[in-house]
C-alpha cells in the first residue's frame, strides 16, 4: 500500500511539468486563461495546478490525498485560481465543462473498469478544440501483471483518442524506482486535441 500523503508531501517541492506548458500553448495560450477552465486529476502536492493557476486558469483540482489544501494560500499570488477536491476520482460522476483536461501517472490506477467508466466522462467534458494531456501505463510497464492497475496498448490508446488530433506523442520505457523499489516504467503520454 503506497502511503501517498508522504510521497506528494516529497514531492511538493517539485517543479511544474513540462506538458503544463505544452498544454496550454495546445489550448490557445494564456489568451484563453481568463475564462479558461482545467481538471488536474490525481494532483497530488498540486505543483502542476498552481502552475497553470499562475498563468491565469481557473483549476478544479482532484485528488484522494488532501496535502494540495494546505498549500492553497498560495492562491493569493495567482491570477487564476485552484479549487480542491478530495475525493476518489471513481466517484466523481460528473465533471465540470473545461478547456484543458490534465493528468499524470493516476488514470491507470483507476484500474481497467475504473479507466472505462471515467473516459467518457473526459472527452463530454471537452469541447471541440479542448485538449487532453495525459499519461498512460502501457504494456511493458511492470504494472502490468496487476488487475488493479490499467495498462492498455498503444492500439487501445489510438482508440481512447479518436476523435482527437494528436498533438505530440512521447513513449517512456525504461527501468527505474518508484519509491524505493525497482519498477520498470511503460508511460505513454499523449498531447491531442478534441475534434469537431
Not at 495546445?26 to 502536492?45: E, K, N, T, Y
Not at 466523481?92 to 501517472?105: H, L, M, N
Not at 488514470?107 to 466522462?121: D, N, Q, R, S, Y
Amino acid at each position: 500500500m503506497v502511503d501517498w500523503a508522504a510521497l506528494n508531501a516529497h514531492a511538493a517541492g517539485r517543479p511544474a511539468r513540462r506538458l503544463v506548458s505544452k498544454a496550454i500553448t495546445a489550448a490557445g495560450g494564456d489568451r484563453h486563461a481568463q475564462s479558461g477552465v482545467v481538471l488536474d486529476l490525481g494532483a497530488g502536492a498540486g505543483a502542476d495546478s498552481l502552475q497553470f493557476a499562475r498563468h491565469g486558469w481557473t483549476v478544479h483540482a482532484y485528488d484522494a490525498d488532501d496535502t494540495l489544501a494546505a498549500r492553497l494560500v498560495e492562491n493569493e499570488r495567482m491570477s487564476g485560481d485552484v479549487i480542491f477536491h478530495h475525493t476518489d476520482l471513481a466517484e466523481v460522476e460528473e465533471f465540470p465543462a473545461a478547456r484543458i483536461i490534465y493528468s499524470t501517472y493516476t488514470l491507470g490506477l483507476l484500474g481497467p473498469e475504473g479507466l472505462a467508466a471515467i473516459w467518457p466522462k473526459l472527452v463530454g467534458a471537452l469541447p471541440v478544440g479542448g485538449v487532453m494531456a495525459v499519461d498512460l501505463f502501457s504494456t511493458n510497464d511492470s504494472w502490468a501483471e496487476r488487475p488493479d492497475i490499467a495498462t492498455p496498448s498503444r492500439e487501445q490508446i489510438d482508440e481512447m483518442f479518436r476523435g482527437f488530433q494528436i498533438v505530440e506523442r512521447s513513449e517512456r520505457d525504461e527501468d527505474g524506482r518508484f519509491l524505493a523499489d525497482r519498477k520498470h516504467w511503460h508511460v505513454i503520454t499523449t498531447l491531442a486535441r478534441k475534434r469537431g
